[in-house]
């Protein structure tokens, strides 16, 4: 601002400086908090995968987009055997370190494009976009396998532990996204009433 003296000549001027730095710290921490907020109601707190309300968001989004563009997906639906013989025998401490494993194995035979979640307890979905049913076997059993040959030490000894599988390839005529996901369930029951740690698809 310009400060005239009593000639009416500028001989002065006033500066005023506002330091916006802690208001720009409190907006990016407020900025980052919001995301963290977001991904934790996104996310399971014990395996970091989705969570059930999420993954099944995921779900009825990919229904639609299969509807909408006549692609193929797949969907995947499992859990692990005989998990509560873990619990009572290991304990439970035990029992989240076998869930924790199972969803890095997961995460580590999933693509960058599949949706995987913790469903609940010890059952597990994948939802592969553009995948067929026959692929979505590959990846099941790619997965069972994985896990047949894991050990989870603990102070118990070591576990070994196997998993049962459902799959279900999209189809036009199913009704909405809980038919897709009915479907799959009743291959992972087929796979338990047949031996478990397999893999069967849905026909």
Known sequence: TP??????????????IHDVSDIAKKKLHLRETNQKLSHLSRTDGLTGLYNRAHWEH???EQFIQCQTLNTPAS?????????????DTYGHSSGDSVIRQTAHLLKKTARQ???????????????????????????????????????????????????????????SEMENYLAWLESADKALYSSKQSGRNKSTIHT
Do not use: W
């Not at 003296?5 to 005023?16: K, P, R």
């Not at 969907?75 to 619990?87: E, G, Q, T, Y």
């Not at 599949?114 to 994948?126: H, I, Q």
């Open 75 to 87: 969907l995947v639906i499992f859990d692990i055997d005989h998990f509560k013989n873990v619990n």
């Open 113 to 171: 494009a599949d949706c995987c979640g913790r469903y609940g307890g010890e059952e597990f979905t994948v939802l592969l976009p553009n995948t067929n049913s026959d692929q979505a076997y590959y990846f099941s059993e790619r997965l069972r396998k994985r896990i047949e040959e894991t050990l989870v030490p603990t102070d118990q000894g070591d576990i070994t532990f196997t998993v049962s599988l459902g799959i279900s390839e999209f189809s």
């Open 58 to 60: 995921c779900l009825s």
């Open 3 to 16: 400060l005239k003296a009593l000639t009416g000549e500028v001989t002065h001027i006033c500066l005023m």
